[in-house]
């Protein structure tokens, strides 16, 4: 603490942060929580509707389809982005020339605005005409697998979740590579005279070191992937029936499109408590095996 | 948890130099074949993380025809730049790119005065529950974005801030506030506490050390908040959707919409050059200053 | 100061959310049936919030006529705010709805929200208003008619008027051997036989969900006739009625029959059009607003002159006429009555009375009967023929169902729609599915 400091100071310094922090974050939470007890459509007066959103909420089918598909795209987006991130940053600490460019170029996608993406991937999934990834599974000879992506409501999901896995494998795997590199030389060194196999080596020594940045990690994609929405709100609209949904445009709909205020609330609380369950638990088990 | 220094670098400093002696050594004793294994993937991920990018360039300058009749993977056999006469016809693609930076300078000027201040508050000041409202902003990393869309929507509609820059630059700053606080306060944690004793016994207040010492010494931090942040803020949908409405204050995301037609006929070419003006103008900056923005990533996560 | 800071937080959230019920209740402007307000003509600018393309020739045409105005008006302004694609539109215009911050000027359909808007004085009178104007006589029947509500109040004005046709190629037709249904039970064997021939039957913009909404609408209004839907989506009638039914079973035969391209749920409007153009597909539903793409010398000779066209086959004891089909004017314009004037009403009675003549003469047909569309030079005999067709048509019209249900029903019937006719779901499912949907959601609009 500085000594010279007055209550007045930090005042001063901690208002505009709280301020902004307030009306952008805090207020629309305490918000949602209040309207997600009443019926509001916008146009006629607010109703009181005790927990009767909420009652809805876990009944309704096409909300649990919606729970279910989000955690789908969670666990896509994990693979590409940690699991990704970890091997190809495992690749490039073996690379000897030309990482900075690698990483560029790695990182690229990120720059791009995810309405360009998902424009960019509707071409890409296109069956009829062919789009590159169709003509691709021709030309090296996999024909049976191609199929309208977007409309198969077997492989919807996944493709619309890959193209969020794709533009943040570069970012992920910056951070881990970063990571790798500070694992100390001497102490894979002293395993391997041990004896000790790559694959021990990963396991028993880097992966260990790297643990708290792995929990950060895990943190932001966790988190980003509860927030995804753009992707594929903007490739299927949710599509085709339901097999693209996720609770994020589902909420949305509900609210700027059916004007059901009061029921897209309680869907916004459900997704705040879910990400917080979600982060806590990721805490919970990567802080219990640093122990 | 491991620091990769103890005083944070020059951006674009590179860190290989410490490793790279002992990096061949390890690679000499591998397999070959394992190291060309590694080689072909990680150019395989370099194709898949650049070609559709290269695919959509290459899209925007050709003819309509081959557009739509040839093989994807193959280069183009004509050449016209129609496409970007008609993109910049139907979309006023200059007004977006306008816009997506103003409300990107505004959004992280925000986040910069008030993560640095707030930053300063509960890091170098100090005060009795100081632990408790850092964790309450942390708080702000987990929380989606799409909880502020109603109410953000009402409260704008009621005060008259709907439609205008600050509905788009108020929650994507206050989004953004958290992760650019953590920042700074885990950097702060790095100016040693003799520089601000030295100063308070000479004299000096708060806001002087803030001024002279602090913000000084802040700078390749703010570089990097202002580069990670950018990135979302510059390519924000789900804000500028809802909460813009007139044509002349739409920015790159919602105005790439404007080439999805009255009932849905999108003129693909034109679209994609306007997507490759709109894209190029980041990527040109991320280009530049990507040094500064790696470092950032890595710092911002092995940090603290 | 966390503490006092947290109550504020709690006391300013539920400051902003309990004068919200008050949001509704304040009303400005004059009465909806207030058409003829006191007062002078003050020249401003005035906005409409629209959702038409924006090179369009509607947009063109007004936007002439708002700067002659201006010309005899200074100060005056008609500014456009466009957002063409629809499904983006209607989330805008029910949240600024929602806001109370509509314009002057503002498009809708005739919608169970815009019913409610309506209900809530929120929109201007307009039978009254084109009576007091003197323009009320000049219109299609037919094109104020679908911009109607159920209870035949008018409350929006139509600026186009269309017809839709099935568009086919006659080489591929003959190629497979098949002649122009002459019911729709006929579609799925056409389907069959085009599959054979190795053509695509239908080319579907399955993206943007309304082509394939038509497709619907069409055995129950054969059927039934058009008061089905009317009764459907205020829950009276339900989708396990016999002509629900026959509805669901038949799309299930159509997506059986492979009628629609592979895939088509992720095509949007251009690649469908482009697999009809480029003789890839047999047959495209689409209106007259793409005449200019499809009766016209610009199009491939080699597809161009095979193109013709056939309206909505009738089935066996069709409650409907072969004259009537699709004939829609286009989303209309409803006037804010909260920002009603002399001015608003004054720039109105010039716009609209020139607006005919103008239009008509881009090659467009009027919603109005007294003006007679100018052909465009690069125009195919079709053209004629087709907006000939357009000026013969019967009394009743399939109205659009998305026009019809609530939004919340019609966003998971288009979604349920598209499981059907890909097979994901039985015709079973889908009805009671339906059924529990529309029973749910459209109480919420009845009030």
């Known amino acids: ?291 | 948890m491991p620091t990769l220094m103890s005083t944070p670098p020059l951006p674009g400093l590179s860190r290989e130099r410490h490793t790279s002696p002992s990096a061949p050594n390890a690679v000499r004793r591998r397999p070959n074949v394992y190291r060309v294994l590694s080689r072909v993937l990680i150019a395989v991920l370099v194709v898949v993380q650049v070609y559709p990018l290269v695919w959509l360039f290459l899209s925007s300058v050709r003819t309509e025809q081959d557009f739509a009749s040839a093989n994807p993977f193959s280069l183009p056999t004509s050449f016209t730049l129609d496409h970007f006469a008609r993109a910049f016809d139907h979309a006023d693609l200059g007004r977006y790119i306008l816009n997506s930076l103003i409300v990107t300078l505004g959004a992280d000027a925000l986040i910069v005065v008030c993560g640095l201040m707030g930053a300063y508050a509960i890091q170098v000041l100090g005060f009795r529950f100081s632990n408790a409202v850092r964790a309450m902003f942390l708080l702000g990393i987990v929380v989606p974005v799409q909880i502020a869309l109603v109410p953000l929507f009402i409260d704008y509609a009621k005060v008259g801030l709907l439609d205008t820059y600050p509905s788009m630059m108020i929650p994507l700053a206050g989004f953004g506030l958290p992760m650019s606080l953590y920042l700074f306060s885990s950097f702060f944690g790095y100016i040693p506490r003799e520089t601000y004793e030295a100063a308070s016994l000479d004299g000096a207040g708060p806001y002087r050390i803030f001024a002279r010492i602090t913000l000084p010494l802040s700078v390749n931090t703010i570089v990097t908040v202002v580069m990670v942040n950018s990135i979302f803020i510059w390519n924000d949908f789900v804000f500028a959707n809802t909460f813009v409405l007139s044509e002349g204050l739409k920015t790159i995301p919602v105005g790439l919409q404007n080439y999805i037609g009255a009932m849905g006929k999108t003129d693909w070419t034109a679209t994609f050059a306007g997507v490759c003006v709109t894209v190029t103008p980041l990527l040109l900056v991320f280009l530049v200053l990507n040094k500064a923005m790696i470092y950032g990533l890595e710092s911002g996560a092995t940090k603290g | 100061m966390r503490r006092s800071f947290g109550t504020a937080v709690a006391a300013l959230a539920l400051s902003l959310a309990v004068s919200l019920s008050g949001c509704a209740a304040d009303s400005r402007g004059v009465d909806s049936t207030d058409v003829d307000p006191a007062g002078s003509v003050a020249p401003r600018e005035i906005s409409w919030l629209l959702s038409r393309p924006a090179d369009g020739a509607v947009i063109r045409t007004m936007r002439e006529l708002g700067d002659e105005y201006a010309k005899a008006h200074p100060g005056f302004k008609l500014r456009f705010i466009t957002t063409p694609d629809r499904p983006s539109y209607i989330q805008k215009y029910e949240t600024l709805a929602a806001a109370g911050k509509l314009p002057e000027l503002f498009d809708t359909d005739a919608t169970p929200f815009a019913r409610k808007l309506a209900r809530h004085g929120r929109m201007m009178d307009v039978s009254k208003l084109l009576h007091s104007l003197g323009l009320y006589d000049r219109y299609r029947p037919a094109a104020l008619d679908y911009q109607r509500f159920d209870d035949g109040s008018l409350y929006m004005v139509p600026f186009e008027y269309q017809a839709e046709y099935f568009w086919y190629n006659k080489a591929l037709f003959r190629k497979a051997g098949v002649h122009v249904p002459a019911s729709l039970d006929d579609f799925p064997a056409m389907c069959r036989a085009l599959r054979r021939a190795g053509v695509t039957p239908i080319a579907l913009d399955g993206q943007d969900q309304w082509p394939l909404e038509r497709y619907a609408a069409y055995q129950p209004f054969r059927t039934a006739g058009p008061d089905y839907v009317r009764q459907l989506k205020q829950n009276r009638a339900r989708f396990s009625d016999p002509s629900g039914r026959k509805s669901a079973n038949w799309l299930s035969a159509l997506g059986k029959a492979g009628c629609f391209q592979k895939g088509f749920s992720s095509v949007g409007y251009a690649d469908a059009q482009n697999l009809f153009t480029t003789g890839k597909a047999a047959v495209y539903n689409i209106g007259t607003w793409e005449l200019p793409s499809l009766a016209t010398t610009a199009l491939d000779p080699a597809v161009r002159d095979d193109v013709d066209f056939f309206t909505l086959p009738v089935t066996e004891g069709s409650a409907t006429a072969a004259n009537e089909f699709v004939t829609p004017s286009g989303i209309g314009m409803a006037v804010n009555s909260r920002t009603y004037d002399p001015l608003v009403r004054d720039f109105l009675k010039f716009a609209l009375t020139r607006y005919p003549a103008k239009y008509a003469a881009a090659g467009e047909l009027s919603p109005t009967s007294d003006v007679k569309t100018v052909l465009p030079k690069n125009a195919t005999p079709l053209y004629a023929r087709a907006v000939a067709t357009a000026g013969k048509v019967g009394k009743e019209t399939a109205v659009p169902w998305d026009t019809q249900l609530d939004p919340t029903s019609n966003a998971k019937f288009q979604q349920n729609l598209v499981l059907l006719v890909q097979g994901d779901v039985p015709p079973s499912s889908f009805v009671s599915t339906m059924d529990s949907v529309i029973g749910r959601n459209a109480p919420r609009y009845a009030k």
């Open chain 1, 1 to 291: 603490m500085l000594p010279s400091r007055s209550k007045l100071s930090v005042a001063v310094f901690l208002l505009p942060p709280l301020l902004l922090y307030g009306a952008a974050v805090l207020l629309p939470i305490a918000q949602s929580l209040f309207l997600s007890f009443f019926t509001w459509d916008g146009i006629s007066e607010l109703r009181f509707a005790g927990l009767s959103n909420y009652a809805f909420m876990f009944t309704e089918g096409d909300f649990w389809t919606a729970v279910t598909n989000q955690l789908g795209y969670l666990v896509v987006c994990l693979v590409l982005q940690l699991g990704g991130g970890l091997v190809v940053a495992s690749l490039l600490i073996s690379l000897t020339r030309g990482r900075e460019l690698v990483k560029v170029l790695y990182l690229l996608p990120a720059v791009i605005s995810t309405v360009a993406i998902a424009l960019l991937f509707q071409r890409i999934y296109s069956m009829d005409p062919a789009g590159p990834l169709n003509q691709f599974l021709g030309l090296v000879g996999l024909d049976g697998l191609e199929r309208p992506w977007l409309s198969d409501v077997h492989t919807v999901l996944t493709a619309v979740s890959a193209p969020e896995g794709w533009r943040f494998v570069g970012l992920y795997t910056v951070i881990i590579y970063a990571a790798l590199l500070t694992v100390p030389r001497e102490l894979e060194e002293a395993a391997r005279l041990d004896g000790a196999n790559q694959w021990q080596v990963f396991t028993r020594i880097r992966f260990p070191y790297i643990r708290p940045v792995w929990l950060t990690t895990s943190i932001m994609a966790v988190t980003y992937a509860m927030r995804g929405f753009d992707i594929p709100y903007l490739l299927t609209n949710g599509g085709p029936g339901q097999s693209s949904e996720l609770v994020t445009t589902y909420m949305y709909k509900t609210a700027f499109l059916s004007t059901d205020y009061g029921y897209a609330s309680a869907m916004s609380v459900f997704i705040v408590v879910e990400s917080l369950v979600a982060v806590g638990l990721i805490v919970l088990v990567l802080r219990r095996k640093a122990v």
